[in-house]
Each structure stands twice: as structure tokens, then as C-alpha cells.
């Protein structure tokens, strides 16, 4: 017997949000943060750092590295995608050809969160209840609108914005566990001979989440949706329906099928690894990382969780229902896998488009009073941050008002600040754009469930495009390592090798493109005559060269971290 639906929605509040508002909201968030900066530190310039070294050699693909090391590179198709951009795209930049795959990684996570939302809002549980009179909503535009109002409360996630713009292996996962989770929403609404095409997206999508360093979450991604396929077969209103049920009997058998195949490709790649990293041993330890994890959920999903745990409560008899069943274990998962790893962010960056799902169902349940202080409390909170921006970035050009310019000048030292008119004009285009959006929220039009959602996206959007316009060059200068490596390439000579010690991944990437220097792991056997050291590796510096060669030559400080210093040193000869 079918529970009944909370939702109350008459046709006149589920009309679409016009496509053409719905493409710039996309566009605007996509593009910002991919186009005119730099890679930033470290996971970005790391990765860059794979990609490059992947597309100018004959280097094992299967086993991506960096000046010969392949700690932390476990995942391929990220590294792949981005090598295969510089191989194919010569004539641009590296930093901006690994960049454009990564773009259509992020369309498509946008794309596809749309359609999963879509089908899940298709299915028979998710339906409003039905009018003694007509005029609820038909299935089909209440399933667009409540898709619309998913893909504006993923937007709108805080945690979204910075890790979906970086080249890194968590936006490839994020991708794919996006098109997997669209795959097995759609998969009811296929009929038997066109199943070809979830199937096929499944399969893409775990095993793409796979390659890029997440087997452990892709196996147990095909087996919740296994799980929550044969729930719904077995107690979901198709019961009666024989056709429906053998048709998710194939479709059981292939999610499984399809993991067992992903995993055993995963372990003859020797893709899996033990990263289960449970909070501090020591209570104390304990506590501060369990308030670490704690603020972290409550900002970066936000202000997706809370409606999210509305919808948990409001649909709780329809649980085991797809449209809720589906999103809470894949979110749950994602959160999961962010509570026993080291990559919390990167993790949690995976739950934002089943929670984004989950908070769309919840606004067909919302009382007008809640959806007014979303409203209000979105307004002042993103009209204070874009005020703030504003202000900042007057104060870089003018020096007027003098205490945020002091700011800048003590935490970005030696910044010189520019002013583009290209940027200028695109933040002032999307402050217009934002002040024409609260006008028309506050006015009087016909209700639309997606309505609560607009503010929260449309703040989030024009925040992300002013810091990626109007900050980004003060954004480029304190977190890249462009200015560090420029300092040591020009205490060195650049024809000459240069061997490097204790530097991670990020700083060596940067020496090789920022510095455009020749790099040599530092060994007893190696003959460069420069040498460049981590401040933090310098007492076991002895164990690895003989110190009377080296002669120090400076400190390099990297000017908006005094804690990141490397040592310069050249070679000399011995007694000297």
C-alpha cells in the first residue's frame, strides 16, 4: 500500500524556470575560476604538475608520477584527460588546455544532476497528492520544476565553487558520481530496449569514479543501488505491474554486474588502497577533529543540509522510495567517506548533488514562512559579501578606504594591484544582474516551488564571479607559487639542472612551470650545480648530499606564507 505524498502543488506553482535564465546561471558559475588565473596550491598545480609531465614523455600512463614519484597520483582519467588536452591543444597554454575537459566535467555534473532530480521527481511516490477537483500539478512539470530547484540548490552549495574549478582528480569523481547517480534514477523510465543508454552511463560513471581514485566509493555506490532497486521492486507500488518488475529484476542484475566489472578492474589496475582515517587517537585530538568535520558539513553543504533533513523528515514514510532511498545513500556515503579519510573536502564534494536532490523535495513542503527567511536571510548574507568585495577591491585601486587597503598590503605583500576594464565590466554586469534578480524575487509574481532556491544560487554566482574578477589577481598572487618560483629561478641559472629536496608535489610543479626549471630528485650520484631544499627537510639534508659541495646562497620566502621558505644552494668545490 503506497504512503501518501506531503507535497500539495497546485499546476500554477510548478511553471519553468525559462531556459534562457537557467543556461546563464550555468555559464556563470562554470566558466569564473577557469579562465585567466593560474594553477593555484597545492592539489591544482600538483595535478597540473602530472599532466604535464604525462603529455612530454613516454611515461607509464597506468602509473602517473612526478619527477619519479607516484605517492598521492592512485587515480588515472583525471591525469589522462588533462595530457591529453596539452597533447592535442599546442597552440594554448598548458594551464588553460588542461582546463577544458575539466569545464565539461563540471557541465556535466550540472547536466546530469538535472536529469537525475527529473526522474526522480517522475516517480509515482514523489507525485503531489491528487485534488478532489483537478488541479495539481501534472508528473511532468512537477518534475522539471522540482529538477530546476536541484540544480539551483546545487549551485547555490558554498562547498561547490573553489574544488569544482580546480584540475584535480575530486572534480573528475565529482563527474562521475554525478552520472551515475543519474543513470540509475533514469533507469525505471527506460523501457527494456532502450536501457542501453543508462546502462552504458553506469557503467561510465562507476568506472570513471573508479579510475579517478575512488573504487571503494564506486563499489559501494553500484551496491546501494542495487539495494535501494530491489527495495523498490520488491515494496514500491510495481508490485503488481509484472512487465515493471522484471524489468527491475535486469536492472538489478546489471548494477551488479557493472560493479563487479568495475571492481575487478580496479584490482588488476591495483587501484585500491587503505585510506580509512579515523579522528584522533587521544581524546582531545578527537574532539578538535570531530568540531573540524562538524563546521565543515555546516558550511560546505549549506544551504543544502537543512532542507535536505527536511525532506528525511516530511517524506519519512516514503523512505524506502526512490526519490529519496537513492539520494540519501549516496549522499550518505559521500559524508561517510569524508568522516574516515584525510580528503574531507574533496569527499564531501561528492554528496552535493544527491543533496541538492534531496533539498529540491523539500520544497514542496515548505511553509511561506520558512521560504521568507531563506530569502531574507540569503539577501543580507550575500549582499554583505558582495558589498565587502566591492569595497576591498576599490580600496587595491585607491587606497581609499585605507584599513581594507592595509590588509591587503600586510597579507599580500609586494602585490601590485591592476585594473582590467573586461573584469571590471562582467562583476558590474552580474551586481546589476543580482540587484534586478532580488527586485523580481521580492515583487508579485505567480508562485513556482523553485522560487526559494533563486536568491541562494543567484547570490552564490555573483559572489564566485567577483572574487574570480575583481580579486583574482590579488587571488592569484597569494595562492599560487608563481611569485616563489620566480624568486629561485632567478638566483639560479636556467640552462643548468637544478636537484630539489623535500619539496612536494606542488612546489616542485610550480619550479618546473612557473620557474621553467629542469628538475632532479637530489642524490648522492646527481651533478646539478644548483640545489633547492624545503626549509622544513633541511636537518636530514646530510643524509642524502655531501654539505661541504654546497655553498648556501639565499632564503626564498613565499610572500603571503611565512611558513613555506625554501633554501637556495650551489655547488662548490669541496674545501672551499
Same mark, same amino acid.
Given at each position: 500500500m503506497?504512503k ?14 525559462p531556459? #534562457?535564465?537557467l ?6 558559475y562554470?566558466l569564473?575560476?577557469?579562465?585567466g588565473?593560474?594553477?593555484w ?7 597540473f ?13 597506468l602509473?602517473?608520477?612526478l ?16 595530457a591529453i ?5 599546442p597552440f ?7 582546463r ?15 536529469y537525475?532530480?527529473?526522474y ?24 522539471r520544476?522540482i529538477a530546476d530547484?536541484?540544480l ?9 565553487a ?6 584535480t582528480?575530486?572534480l573528475?569523481?565529482l563527474?562521475?558520481?554525478?552520472l551515475?547517480?543519474?543513470a ?7 523501457p527494456?530496449?532502450r536501457?542501453?543508454?543508462?546502462a552504458?552511463?553506469l557503467l ?14 564506486a ?5 546501494g543501488?542495487?539495494?535501494?532497486e530491489?527495495?523498490h ?7 503488481a505491474?509484472?512487465a ?5 529484476w535486469h ?9 563487479l566489472?568495475?571492481?575487478l578492474l580496479?584490482?588488476k589496475?591495483?587501484l585500491?588502497?587503505?585510506r ?5 587517537a ?11 568535520l562538524g ?7 549549506w544551504p543544502a543540509?537543512?532542507l ?22 549516496f ?15 574533496r ?5 552535493l548533488p544527491?543533496?541538492?536532490a ?6 514542496p ?6 521560504a521568507s ?37 600586510k597579507l599580500?605583500?609586494g ?28 515583487g ?12 541562494p544560487?543567484?547570490g552564490?554566482? #555573483?559572489?564566485w564571479?567577483?572574487l574570480?574578477t575583481l580579486?583574482?589577481?590579488l ?6 607559487l608563481a611569485?616563489?618560483s ?37 642524490t648522492?650520484l ?15 639534508l ?11 646562497q639565499a632564503t ?7 611558513n ?9 668545490s669541496?674545501g672551499?
Amino acid at each position: 500500500m503506497n504512503k501518501p505524498s506531503p507535497a500539495l502543488i497546485a499546476q500554477s506553482a510548478v511553471r519553468r524556470l525559462p531556459r #534562457l535564465a537557467l543556461l546563464l546561471f550555468g555559464v556563470a558559475y562554470v566558466l569564473p575560476g577557469f579562465l585567466g588565473r593560474g594553477p593555484w596550491k597545492n592539489e591544482d598545480i600538483a595535478a597540473f604538475g602530472v599532466m604535464r609531465e604525462l603529455a612530454a614523455s613516454a611515461a607509464n600512463w597506468l602509473q602517473p608520477q612526478l619527477l619519479g614519484q607516484t605517492t598521492g597520483f592512485e587515480a588515472l582519467i583525471p591525469y589522462w584527460l588533462g595530457a591529453i588536452a596539452i597533447q592535442l591543444l599546442p597552440f594554448l597554454d598548458p594551464a588553460l588546455a588542461v582546463r577544458i575537459p575539466f569545464v565539461m566535467l563540471l557541465a556535466l555534473t550540472l547536466l546530469t544532476t538535472w536529469y537525475a532530480v527529473y526522474y526522480l521527481a517522475r516517480s509515482p511516490q514523489a507525485q503531489p497528492v491528487a485534488f478532489a477537483f483537478g488541479g495539481e500539478a501534472s508528473p511532468v512539470d512537477y518534475a522539471r520544476a522540482i529538477a530546476d530547484a536541484g540544480l539551483l540548490a546545487l549551485i547555490a552549495s558554498l562547498g561547490l565553487a573553489q574544488l569544482s574549478h580546480e584540475t584535480t582528480p575530486a572534480l573528475a569523481q565529482l563527474g562521475f558520481t554525478a552520472l551515475a547517480f543519474y543513470a540509475m534514477a533514469a533507469s525505471p523510465f527506460r523501457p527494456a530496449t532502450r536501457i542501453l543508454g543508462p546502462a552504458l552511463g553506469l557503467l561510465a560513471g562507476l568506472g570513471g569514479l573508479a579510475l579517478s581514485g575512488a573504487p571503494t566509493l564506486a563499489l559501494l555506490l553500484g551496491a546501494g543501488g542495487a539495494l535501494v532497486e530491489w527495495t523498490h521492486m520488491r515494496w514500491g507500488n510495481i508490485r503488481a505491474d509484472v512487465a515493471s518488475k522484471q524489468q527491475s529484476w535486469h536492472w538489478v542484475l546489471l548494477i551488479t554486474g557493472i560493479t563487479l566489472l568495475v571492481s575487478l578492474l580496479a584490482f588488476k589496475l591495483d587501484l585500491w588502497r587503505w585510506r580509512i582515517h579515523l579522528p584522533g587517537a587521544d581524546e582531545q585530538s578527537a574532539w578538535q577533529d570531530w568540531r573540524r568535520l562538524g563546521r565543515l558539513l555546516l558550511w560546505f553543504t549549506w544551504p543544502a543540509w537543512p532542507l535536505a533533513l527536511w525532506t528525511l523528515w516530511r517524506w519519512r514514510r516514503q523512505l524506502a522510495s526512490r526519490h529519496v532511498a537513492l539520494p540519501l545513500w549516496f549522499s550518505g556515503m559521500a559524508v561517510a567517506a569524508t568522516l574516515t579519510t584525510t580528503a574531507s573536502d574533496r569527499s564531501l564534494l561528492l554528496s552535493l548533488p544527491p543533496l541538492a536532490a534531496l533539498a529540491a523535495f523539500a520544497l514542496p513542503t515548505l511553509k511561506r514562512s520558512v521560504a521568507s527567511l531563506i530569502d531574507w536571510f540569503t539577501l543580507l548574507f550575500f549582499t554583505g559579501c558582495a558589498f565587502i568585495i566591492w569595497v576591498v577591491w576599490i580600496a587595491m585601486q585607491t587606497g581609499v578606504p585605507r584599513q581594507p587597503a592595509a590588509n591587503v598590503a600586510k597579507l599580500a605583500p609586494g602585490f601590485e594591484p591592476s585594473f582590467s576594464w573586461l573584469a571590471f565590466l562582467a562583476a558590474l554586469a552580474a551586481t546589476l544582474a543580482w540587484s534586478w534578480l532580488v527586485k523580481w524575487r521580492t515583487g508579485a509574481q505567480r508562485a513556482a516551488i523553485w522560487k526559494s532556491l533563486v536568491l541562494p544560487a543567484g547570490g552564490a554566482t #555573483l559572489c564566485w564571479l567577483l572574487l574570480m574578477t575583481l580579486w583574482l589577481p590579488l587571488l592569484d598572487y597569494a595562492r599560487s607559487l608563481a611569485p616563489l618560483s620566480r624568486q629561485v629561478a632567478g638566483l639560479v641559472d636556467k640552462k643548468a639542472c637544478v636537484e630539489i629536496y623535500g619539496l612536494g608535489s606542488a612546489q616542485a610543479a610550480a619550479l618546473q612551470y612557473h620557474g621553467q626549471l629542469e628538475l632532479r630528485q637530489a642524490t648522492a650520484l646527481a651533478a646539478c650545480p644548483y640545489l633547492v631544499v624545503d626549509v622544513a627537510a633541511q636537518s636530514s639534508l646530510s643524509n642524502t648530499v655531501n654539505l661541504p659541495e654546497w655553498a648556501f646562497q639565499a632564503t626564498v620566502r613565499r610572500p603571503s606564507d611565512k611558513n613555506e621558505n625554501v633554501l637556495v644552494f650551489k655547488r662548490v668545490s669541496p674545501g672551499n
